[in-house]
């Protein structure tokens, strides 16, 4: 995606990298979660117990050397199940951002392009699914469907386009105004061609910041339909489902909460921390230093 | 099409906005090889006609009557697609801030090349299609794989041209294509257009408020205030020896107008 990026950009990015603590404290945090989902296989101390191992004899202990952050009630180590379960919040996140981007930007740009009726229509579709509290919205979605991981992808993104299309319809109803975009007609391109080659990757630096702000969000919806038993399921490991698990001996067995809720917390953070960070470096009204 | 008859001819044109004419060009024609310039001040209508002769008005609230015909095919009240297909590849548009009319998030090899894809040309013609026209415009081919940005504002200029040139545009409208940019550059802009109209035999049409510039290229002047057209003639006639007050008025608003300068370069 960072070939598509003006090259201003970029050089703000770069700048970003070498300036801004927080902002980097949260990439690196955030690379340890991505590190730990794509490697859980291989580094997580009891790889079975991500899925379907059950151990009873070693139900419910507390932190230990052999089980860093304890076990659950049917005994599976829940740093193993930590880490399995930044794969499935990763996972959701990734591809609720991906489809409901992906369908907002392109009904956003082609409405903020095309301006008048087509712009009015899509719209105000849009309006309609932002009318709705987006967690009702989902919650409603995922009752209807059968509870699983796909059920929570789909119930989010629902939720989640209409604000890619808001934000590429304003921006691409800016770049229409453009001398390069009245040279691209002049050159006789079909209106498709000019949409996805010239507005399109031109409105796309909104939409990164925005990615990045909301993957944070995503990961704690997806985590809040779990915990109320419409997202994923048993045995899949996932942070929200492990919270509800643990909450009810949560005085007792408090690690059983405590770290799928640390991770919840610290994944979440980091996303919105890395996407002020992304917002203040791109913001085009910000003095290039 | 013999090669007498003009490139473009326009009879009759009246743009309106909401019932109030901010523009109308009663008689235009441009043969192939030639220079026409449209004068004025800012708000004297003339950009707002060379949009309406490109056809970019159409999907505006703007109100076109008239005709513009270029090379036989009616513009006004064409259809979209009867208009792409006489873009770029019959008419084509210059415009006043280069950088601004090249698309930031591409190379401009890219750029061209699409272009010319787009307009049906094989990857080989292409690539020989491009290198004549920066031969043209005298461009060196290592700017293609640049971005917008990172070339000089002439160069951008005469990209903008090259592309014109490459897809075989025989009418280029220029809307003020060296106001943006400095004296020197400027220069170089102008001769180019002047020797494309002779040696490619390129109609031209290009919008202008710096009389110096005008003098320098065109073969025929139209000067317009508020929307009309005021004084039409060759360049010499017109700038040499104004018979309305609004074009002795510009005449006097040019600074230095340099001895002998009233011709071609």
Redesign the interface.
Do not use: V
């Given at each position: 995606m960072s070939t598509?990026?003006?090259?201003?950009a970029r050089r703000r990015l770069r700048r970003l990298a070498g300036q801004d603590l927080p902002t980097l404290l949260a990439a690196v945090a955030l690379l340890i979660v991505v590190a730990a989902a794509l490697l859980a296989p291989l580094v997580a101390p009891y790889p079975a117990d991500g899925t379907t191992a059950t151990h009873p004899a070693a139900s419910l202990l507390g932190p230990s050397g052999a089980h860093w952050m304890g076990t659950d009630a049917v005994g599976r180590d829940i740093l193993t199940r930590v880490m399995y379960g930044a794969r499935t919040s990763l996972f959701i996140a990734a591809a609720v951002l991906v489809l409901s981007s992906t369908v907002g930007v392109l009904l956003g740009c082609v409405a903020g392009y095309s301006g008048g009726w087509v712009s009015d229509v899509i719209m105000r579709v849009t309006d309609v699914f932002l009318a709705f509290p987006a967690l009702l919205l989902s919650l409603a979605l995922a009752v209807i469907l059968r509870p699983g991981v796909g059920t929570a992808i789909i119930a989010i993104a629902a939720t989640w386009w209409p604000w890619y299309a808001r934000l590429a319809c304003s921006a691409a109803s800016t770049i229409r105004h453009?001398?390069?975009i009245?040279?691209?007609?002049?050159?006789?391109?079909?209106?498709w061609?000019i949409v996805a080659?010239?507005v399109l990757?031109?409105s796309l630096t909104p939409v990164i910041v925005q990615l990045s702000l909301d993957a944070g969000g995503v990961i704690l919806t997806a985590a809040a339909l779990s915990y109320l038993g419409l997202g994923a399921v048993e045995p899949t490991s996932e942070w929200g489902l492990m919270v509800q698990q643990g909450q009810s001996s949560f005085t007792t067995e408090w690690w059983i909460v405590t770290f799928p809720g640390l991770a919840i917390l610290l994944t979440a953070f980091s996303f919105n921390m890395l996407g002020e960070g992304l917002r203040q470096a791109l913001d085009p009204r910000k003095v290039a230093r | 099409m013999n090669a007498a008859s003009p490139v473009l001819q326009v009879t009759g044109l009246s743009i309106q906005y909401g019932g109030r004419r901010v523009s109308s060009l009663p008689d235009l024609s441009v043969a192939r090889g030639e220079v026409v310039a449209i004068v004025g001040e800012s708000g004297s209508g003339k950009s707002t006609a060379l949009t309406a002769i490109l056809g970019l008005l159409a999907e505006t609230s703007a109100d076109v009557s008239g005709s513009v015909s270029v090379l036989g095919t009616e513009v006004v009240g064409a259809s979209e697609r009867t208009l792409r297909s006489l873009r770029g590849s019959e008419m084509a548009l210059v415009m006043q801030s280069p950088q601004a009319s090249l698309n930031p998030t591409m190379r401009l090899g890219r750029l061209i090349h699409r272009a010319l894809r787009r307009h049906g040309v094989g990857k080989a013609e292409a690539a020989g299609r491009i290198s004549d026209a920066m031969t043209a415009v005298r461009l060196d081919e290592q700017i293609l794989d640049r971005y917008a940005h990172e070339v000089s504002g002439g160069q951008a200029q005469r990209f903008a041209i090259a592309l014109a040139v490459c897809l075989g545009a025989q009418l280029i409208a220029a809307d003020e294509p060296t106001s943006a940019l400095d004296a020197t550059v400027q220069l170089e802009v102008l001769t180019l257009i002047r020797r494309l109209a002779e040696e490619r035999r390129t109609a031209w049409l290009v919008v202008a408020h710096d009389l110096a510039m005008v003098s320098m290229i065109a073969d025929h002047v139209i000067v317009m205030r508020d929307g009309e057209v005021v004084e039409t003639g060759p360049t010499r006639a017109v700038l040499g020896d104004p018979t309305h007050e609004y074009t002795r008025a510009l005449l006097d608003a040019v600074p230095t107008l340099p001895a002998g300068g009233v011709g071609h370069v």
């Open positions: 598509t990026l003006p090259i201003p453009r001398a390069y009245d040279s691209a007609r002049c050159l006789g391109l079909p209106r061609r080659e010239h990757p031109n | -």
